[in-house]
């Protein structure tokens, strides 16, 4: 996240994460601000903090017997120490204290605050004069701790960051996700910033608030790939590549005390945790021209190379008398070094939509299927429909129109939706040019299945990378898992009893990958078969049951009501189906991705085992395959 220290006036990008094993980096770009004012104007240009020796107070340290946190950390030359802590309530200053390993005496402050706003933690970035271990202390009496990690500037995009302290209130349950990507700690939504640049690596960035798992203050957390295997108040945005191996960032920076509420920012970064200079504004306001018919709704930049080689951007708004959503498109006209923010020129509405009650046509983006700069090429327009619920009960839809795009207009040819169980929201994607493929990635969770009031955690994760390709009779896309996937593979699994359609026990951490065949013509002939998943320890209310019949591809959820526990996609002929079974989580891909649907098990749920039900003459027994999953998530360090 982007914006300005609440108690100083330097912009910072900070590192949130964990260690990793392979290329894995977690930075958020940090700022929180009271008031919902993530505004930072006239910032001075951030420069790396001064190292300092241990002992640079004469602070005398309380007794030991008031310390009761102790940790330990390895230190190198250039070590950076991200530090997140602030003052208990009634209590003056809130400690940390730091001693070379093995040296009792030799204590002193390592940093302090006076905050002591439960709403807020005081972010501290520090460089030691000091190699080897060392032993920082705390005393929970007067100060809290949300999060402590060490990183060095010129290894962190090879080999992350190291976890050093997670407070209990933030930390992901043991039991998250084992090989879809997310956080370590804290909450996440929407991603941003799906990209890849010159050096071949990827890199995606995600809303995130990283001291509980529930909304708040926005941060953005940052987590980079060689191969798209994830080992590890500022709202949706945008990266894009410079010449010069950096990235040109573009967010929304949101402030409910300031007219017009929301406007488009940018930052540029080379070294992906500090920005080179200030944030800038690139479209402050709505353009004047449309700003009466529109609320302050104005939001999720997403910039893209178009066919004439400028930068082209969409944004989200919607209309002022309830007649439903926009997109808007601005094309960039000056041409200025690293994508600079300047010479922004409104060009239109792009897309309207008001089916379903849609409201506001979120996270935008329109992506290429194919080389930007041919005329040939299709381009791909994804959005979110906030508020929609259609007639089978499906809310937070996610429609995907693929027409021609000449610069100007934008002819659409056909659509479908990205999830026809409406359990991810705010795909991302973007062409990459070095593969030559377009790629997408959502959230694992939808609006509707949190309720900030009563879920005291919400952990999400984000989908499985995925291509994004046009099929060959260009009237239909498809969205297989992306080939890397396979990588994520540990064993393959006997399938015998799956086969002879009896119950078939998973692995003990539910992770698998499960491919088969089904003849769909004799769906007619024979009935529906069914794929049962079954919760461990939860019954018939732990159901998840995928559904193929002539009528098309249904998911019913065992713990929903009965008005809302069936997605179809109606238009589905399956005759093949690609499930990923995660904790947490299933995602389907039936026939290469042309139909997929995705859903959220509620409190990190695990499936225990599975069944087929139906009759064997519409099962393809000799294609069925199951693999165990590997485990992605690296082992938080904790004290």
Same mark, same amino acid.
């Given at each position: 996240m982007l914006?300005?220290?609440k108690n100083?006036?330097k912009?910072?990008l900070?590192?949130?994460?964990?260690a990793i094993l392979?290329a894995?980096?977690l930075i958020?770009l940090?700022?929180?601000?009271?008031?919902?004012?993530?505004?930072?104007?006239?910032l001075?240009s951030p420069?790396?903090p001064?190292?300092?020796p241990?002992?640079?107070t004469?602070?005398?340290?309380?007794?030991?017997?008031?310390?009761?946190h102790f940790?330990?950390v390895?230190?190198?030359?250039?070590?950076?120490?991200h530090?997140w802590?602030r003052?208990n309530s009634g209590e003056?200053e809130?400690?940390?204290y730091?001693?070379?390993?093995?040296?009792?005496d030799?204590?002193?402050?390592?940093?302090?605050?006076?905050?002591?706003?439960?709403?807020?933690f005081?972010?501290?970035e520090?460089?030691?004069l000091?190699?080897g271990?060392?032993?920082?202390? *705390?005393w929970?009496?007067s100060t809290?701790?949300?999060y402590?990690?060490?990183?060095?500037p010129?290894m962190?995009q090879a080999?992350g960051i190291?976890?050093?302290?997670i407070?209990?209130d933030?930390?992901?349950d043991p039991r998250?996700?084992?090989?879809?990507?997310?956080a370590?700690?804290?909450w996440?939504n929407d991603?941003?910033?799906?990209s890849?640049?010159?050096?071949?690596l990827?890199?995606?960035?995600?809303?995130?608030?990283p001291?509980?798992?529930?909304?708040?203050?926005m941060h953005?957390?940052?987590?980079?790939?060689k191969?798209l295997?994830w080992?590890g108040?500022?709202f949706?945005?945008?990266?894009?590549?410079t010449?010069?191996?950096?990235l040109?960032i573009?967010y929304?920076?949101?402030?409910?005390?300031?007219? !017009?509420t929301?406007s488009?920012?940018?930052?540029?970064?080379?070294?992906?945790?500090?920005?080179?200079?200030?944030?800038?504004d690139?479209i402050?306001?709505?353009p004047?021209?449309?700003?009466?018919?529109?609320t302050?709704?104005f939001r999720?930049?997403n910039v893209?190379?178009? !066919?004439?080689g400028?930068?082209?951007?969409?944004?989200?708004?919607?209309?002022?008398d309830?007649?439903?959503g926009?997109?808007l498109?601005?094309?960039?006209?000056k041409t200025?070094?690293?994508?600079?923010p300047?010479?922004?020129?409104?060009?239109?509405i792009?897309?309207k939509?008001?089916? *379903?009650?849609n409201?506001v046509c979120?996270?935008?983006?329109?992506? !290429?299927?194919?080389d930007p700069?041919?005329?040939k090429?299709?381009?791909?327009?994804?959005y979110?429909?906030?508020?929609?619920?259609?007639e089978?009960g499906?809310?937070n839809?996610?429609?995907?129109?693929?027409?021609?795009f000449d610069?100007?207009?934008?002819?659409?040819?056909?659509e479908?939706m990205l999830d026809?169980?409406?359990?991810?929201?705010?795909?991302q994607?973007?062409y990459?040019?070095?593969?030559?493929?377009?790629?997408?990635?959502?959230?694992?969770?939808? *609006?509707?299945?949190?309720?900030a009031?009563?879920?005291?955690?919400f952990p999400t994760?984000?989908?499985?990378p995925r291509?994004l390709k046009?099929a060959?009779?260009?009237?239909y896309l498809m969205?297989p898992p992306? !080939?890397s996937?396979?990588?994520?593979?540990?064993?393959e699994l006997d399938?015998?009893?799956?086969?002879?359609?009896?119950?078939?026990q998973?692995?003990s951490?539910?992770?698998?990958?499960i491919?088969?065949?089904?003849?769909y013509w004799r769906?007619?002939i024979?009935?529906?078969i069914?794929?049962?998943?079954?919760l461990?320890g939860?019954?018939e209310?732990?159901?998840?049951?995928?559904?193929?019949?002539?009528?098309?591809?249904e998911?019913?959820l065992? *713990?929903?009501?009965v008005t809302e526990h069936?997605?179809?996609e109606?238009?589905?002929r399956?005759?093949s189906?690609?499930?990923?079974?995660?904790?947490g989580?299933?995602?389907v891909?039936?026939d290469?991705?042309q139909?997929?649907?995705?859903?959220?098990?509620?409190?990190?749920?695990?499936?225990d085992?599975?069944q087929?039900v139906?009759?064997?003459?519409?099962?393809?027994a000799?294609?069925?395959?199951?693999?165990?999953?590997k485990?992605?998530q690296?082992?938080q360090i904790?004290?």
């Open positions: 914006g300005k220290n100083t006036t912009l910072v900070s590192v949130t994460g964990t392979t894995l980096l958020a940090w700022m929180l601000t009271k008031g919902g004012d993530c505004s930072s104007p006239d001075p420069s790396p001064t190292p300092q241990i002992s640079t004469t602070k005398s340290p309380p007794p030991p017997a008031q310390k009761d940790v330990r390895d230190l190198r030359v250039d070590s950076v120490f530090i802590l003052a003056k809130g400690i940390i730091g001693r070379k390993a093995g040296e009792s030799a204590e002193s402050v390592l940093v302090s605050t006076t905050e002591s706003d439960e709403r807020w005081d972010f501290r520090i460089v030691l000091h190699k271990d060392m032993e920082l202390s *705390w929970s009496g809290t701790i949300s402590i990690y060490v990183f060095e010129e962190v080999e190291r976890t050093v302290y407070s209990p933030t930390k992901r998250a996700e084992k090989f879809h990507f997310h370590p700690l804290g996440t991603p941003a910033g799906f890849r640049t010159p050096d071949k990827f890199h995606i960035f995600y809303q995130h608030y001291h509980r798992q529930k909304w708040a203050a953005w957390g940052h987590a980079v790939s191969d295997n080992k108040g500022i949706t945005g945008s990266a894009v590549p010449k010069d191996g950096g040109r573009y929304t920076d949101h402030n409910d005390d300031r007219h !017009p929301e488009q920012r940018s930052v540029l970064t080379k070294d992906f945790y500090r920005p080179m200079g200030p944030p800038r690139a402050p306001h709505l004047a021209q449309i700003a009466a018919n529109l302050e709704d999720d930049p893209v190379v178009g !066919p004439d400028a930068l082209f951007m969409t944004t989200s708004s919607r209309f002022r309830g007649s439903g926009v997109v498109l601005f094309r960039q006209n200025t070094a690293n994508g600079g300047d010479g922004w020129e409104f060009k239109g792009f897309h939509d008001n089916r *379903w009650h409201e979120e996270c935008s983006v329109l992506i !290429p299927l194919g700069h041919s005329s090429t299709f381009w791909a327009l994804v979110s429909m906030s508020n929609s619920i259609d089978d499906r809310q839809l996610n429609p995907v129109i693929v027409g021609n610069g100007e207009k934008f002819k659409p040819r056909f479908q026809f169980a409406a359990g991810s929201y705010a795909f994607g973007f990459d040019p070095i593969d030559e493929q377009s790629l997408l990635i959502g959230w694992l969770g939808n *609006w509707p299945d949190y309720n009031a009563t879920d005291s955690d994760a984000y989908t499985l291509l046009l060959p009779s260009k009237n969205t992306h !080939p996937i396979i990588q994520l593979r540990e064993s399938t015998a009893d799956f086969r002879s359609f009896k119950v078939a998973l692995p951490d539910g992770a698998v990958e491919l088969f065949e089904i003849y769906l007619r024979y009935g529906p069914r794929l049962e998943m079954s461990a939860k019954g209310e732990g159901k998840i049951s995928l559904v193929a019949s002539k009528d098309g591809l998911m019913v065992g *713990w929903k009501n069936r997605y179809v109606r238009k589905a399956p005759t189906l690609q499930i990923f079974v995660d904790v989580s299933v995602e891909f039936s290469q991705g139909w997929t649907g995705t859903t959220r098990i509620p409190d990190e749920g695990r499936v085992n599975i087929l139906g009759k064997s003459e519409v099962f393809n000799a294609s069925a395959k199951m693999w165990a999953m485990s992605t690296p082992e904790m004290p």
